[in-house]
């Protein structure tokens, strides 16, 4: 076999070889090609699964958040309400006290209203007043006198001759003319 001698003449077991290499060469080329494919796919299927198991979480976390924002501002609302009940309770104590020491005040002036007015219809000639008016503005008057000596012995130095002065004891008898017997 010299120079230009054509391949059929040579070894037909190399052609049959070269054959089946060309097509096993092919085969493999076109696995390739649909491994690659498949590759692709697979890597958009999970890409995609990925974004939808995201947007899940977020699906499912939103419905939470919303239900605690919602919670937290009821707390608040709760807190505020107790606050506003408990200045409320503070606010109706106080008016309590008020109303009675008004009702206090209001029963010392009708009993002083009909104490006058009895006093007046009393008054003799001379311009005095019956006894009732006046033990009961002596009383008053002597109250205050004790409570003045109270003050001005307290601030009085000790041994002083300023001292508390001793009164004698009221009467067990009430004062004449006030209608009342003993």
């Given at each position: 076999m010299v120079g230009g001698a054509s391949s059929s003449r040579e070894?037909?077991?190399?052609?049959?070889?070269?054959?089946q290499l060309a097509a096993a060469v092919a085969?493999?080329?076109?696995?390739?090609?649909?491994?690659q494919e498949r590759e692709t796919e697979l890597r958009?299927?999970?890409?995609?699964?990925?974004?939808?198991?995201?947007?899940?979480?977020?699906?499912?976390?939103?419905?939470?958040?919303a239900e605690v924002t919602?919670?937290?501002?009821?707390?608040?609302e709760a807190t505020r309400?107790?606050?506003e009940v408990g200045y409320l309770h503070t606010q109706?104590?106080?008016?309590r006290h008020r109303c009675e020491l008004l009702r206090s005040d209001m029963k010392g002036l009708e009993r002083a209203l009909a104490l006058v007015g009895r006093s007046r219809s009393s008054v003799s000639r001379s311009g005095i007043p019956s006894g009732s008016?006046?033990?009961?503005?002596?009383?008053?008057?002597?109250?205050?006198?004790n409570k003045e000596e109270a003050r001005r012995h307290e601030r009085a130095p000790e041994g002083s001759e300023t001292?508390?002065?001793?009164?004698?004891?009221p009467s067990p008898r009430p004062p004449e003319g006030t209608g009342e017997s003993g």
């Open positions: 070894d037909p077991g190399r052609s049959v070889l070269e054959g085969r493999a080329e076109d696995a390739l090609a649909q491994v958009n299927a999970l890409a995609q699964m990925t974004t939808l198991e995201a947007e899940m979480v977020e699906l499912c976390l939103r419905p939470e958040v919602r919670w937290r501002q009821e707390a608040e309400w107790r606050t109706l104590r106080e008016e008016t006046e033990h009961y503005l002596t009383g008053s008057s002597r109250r205050r006198r001292g508390p002065r001793v009164m004698a004891p």
